[in-house]
């Protein structure tokens, strides 16, 4: 079992940075593949960013190519998402997600996450 917080939303103005965390207890985190995915209202949850259980691969949306940076300590158990140059449409609720896996696997749907994050909102001001 791993629990998943995230912190480090708010309100932005257009332009402005924020950095996501996500910090996970339980099991052994650097077995996990981690993702985040974003949900506006009334859309589907999709992936923005996801790293290999080792952090050795990566992948980005197009949509945030070039501004978004996903990383992760294991010393601290934690998971980051560096967002820059952040859009109106970055608004959305963002969730930090788990899944058992070694090597290079990046899961790119939700249901092929195992554990969930209670997510944190990001709210981008034009």
């Known amino acids: 079992q791993v629990q998943l917080v995230e912190s480090g939303g708010g309100l932005v103005q257009a332009g402005g940075s924020l950095r996501l965390s996500c910090a996970a207890s339980?099991?052994?985190?650097?077995?996990?593949?981690m993702g985040w995915f974003r949900q506006a209202p009334g859309k589907e949850r999709d992936l923005v960013a996801a790293?290999?259980?080792?952090?050795?691969?990566?992948y980005y949306a197009d949509s945030v190519k070039g501004r978004f940076t996903i990383s992760r300590d294991a010393a601290k158990n934690t998971v980051y998402l560096q967002m820059n140059s952040l859009k109106p449409e970055d608004t959305a609720v963002y969730y930090c997600?788990?899944?058992?896996?070694?090597?290079?696997?990046?899961?790119?749907?939700?249901?092929?996450?195992?554990?969930w994050g209670q997510g944190t909102q990001v709210t981008v001001s034009s």
């Open positions: 997600a788990a899944h058992w896996s070694s090597g290079s696997w990046l899961g790119r749907r939700p249901d092929e996450y195992d554990y």
């Open positions: 790293i290999s259980w080792r952090g050795s691969m990566t």
């Open positions: 339980g099991r052994t985190f650097s077995s996990y593949a």
